[in-house]
């Protein structure tokens, strides 16, 4: 694996891409390990290359989203653990288009995530929509705190407690699911004559 990793390394933003494009529906290796590297080396650098990965790995979504639209189940449980299909199939069940962006939140790979949502044939923009803010979370995020704050950034981010972060981003996700709710729930005016 580290000999892909260097060949990719060797190749730049295009073997970002390239793992970021493929880790999506099949590869098991993380664009992190280019990812990281790359924005810490060319800070000036960090956005583009945390957009190439966020862009490349949601057009790769595409491909596992055919793959489990076309095989259905089948292909859920071939290339979903149990353990993540049962716990996907029920975000899904539960949050329907939501659960794609609750997955990118969990440390579940995105391949699980493209594939589940073609298996549940979620519509197409609501999985744009939330792949693009999952995985720019998981990448943007990275690029935004190298870009404006420097490498030194990264150092006190990975210091925090990870309950801190997990604690933030849960809050975050019971704020948006409230507005959700309250939308969906607000009973509806009737309107003058």
Known sequence: MDQIV????????????????VESFISPILPDVLLIP?????????LYFSIVATLASVLGGFIGYGIGSKFGTLALHKFVPPRHSQKIE????????WAIFLASLAPIPYKFVSISAGTFRTNLWVFIVAS?????????????????????ALQIFHQLPANWVYAGLA???LAIAGLYYY???RPVQNQPE
């Open 6 to 21: 260097q060949l990719l390394q060797s190749y730049g933003v295009w073997g970002l891409f390239l793992i970021s494009f």
């Open 132 to 152: 693009l803010l999952g995985r720019g979370k998981r990448f943007l995020l990275i690029g935004l705190i190298v870009h404006y704050f420097g490498p030194e």
């Open 90 to 97: 029920e975000w899904f069940t539960r949050y329907g288009g």
């Open 183 to 185: 939308r969906r729930k």
């Open 38 to 46: 790359m924005v810490l080396a060319i800070p000036d650098q960090a």
């Open 171 to 173: 809050l975050l996700l």
